[in-house]
T-cell receptor, first 112, second 111 residues
């Protein structure tokens, strides 16, 4: 079974703090993704990575950056957290084939 | 780019009844259509998927149908049970890293 884990289930931060969300997958997948999930908006792609040190912007990259130094680990960074970044953050991974994305349990981030 | 619309946004059924959730997509090049179930406090879990070379796929009480001409696909759950209560997402992909998700359907199964 594919396992995707995220470093925290719940996180509370203050405006202006630097926030790191970490994701680890154990299936040697090439592709990893960060989404945010908000009510009524579904899942929106922030960034994805198709290989170590490679990254591509998704639909809503503003205010976020990512890091992929090792194949199994993909980090999402909020350089200066703002209240509008309060959300559920989901990490996913996908192998070369098939197309299925496998999700982690999510991190619910609250920015005060 | 691809746009996926999902209806209804909420659905309430009696235990034992059937539930149907529908999605439409805009990009005719999309060829992979997964459905995810998200329970409270958890990440989305894949429950069934279908590719564009197949019109229907079934797995026990769950089935998915695909109409490529009309660009829509549906999730059918028969003999619903309270544990089917969750948020369900459809998605469409062209087989790359660009997967687009519907906004989700909150299904409630009343005992």
């Amino acid at each position: 079974d594919v396992k995707v884990t995220q470093s925290s289930r719940y996180l509370v931060k203050r405006t202006g703090e630097k926030v790191f969300l970490e994701c680890v997958q154990d299936m040697d997948h090439e592709n990893m993704f960060w989404y945010r999930q908000d009510p009524g908006l579904g899942l929106r792609l922030i960034y994805f990575s198709y290989d170590v040190k490679m990254k591509e912007k998704g639909d809503i990259p503003e205010g976020y950056s990512v890091s992929r130094e090792k194949k199994e680990r993909f980090s999402l960074i909020l350089e200066s957290a703002s209240t509008n970044q309060t959300s559920m953050y989901l990490c996913a991974s996908r192998g070369r084939l098939p197309d299925t994305q496998y999700f982690g349990p999510g991190t619910r981030l609250t920015v005060l | 780019g691809e746009n996926v619309e999902q209806h209804p946004s909420t659905l309430s059924v009696q235990e034992g009844d059937s539930a149907v959730i529908k999605c439409t997509y805009s990009d005719s090049a999309s060829n992979y259509f997964p459905w995810y179930k998200q329970e409270l406090g958890k990440g989305p879990q894949l429950i069934i998927d279908i590719r564009s070379n197949v019109g229907e796929k079934k797995d026990q009480r769950i089935a998915v149908t695909l109409n490529k001409t009309a660009k829509h696909f549906s999730l059918h759950i028969t003999e619903t049970q309270p544990e089917d209560s969750a948020v369900y997402f459809c998605a469409a992909s062209k087989g790359n890293n660009d997967m687009r998700f519907g906004a989700g359907t909150r299904l409630t199964v009343k005992p």
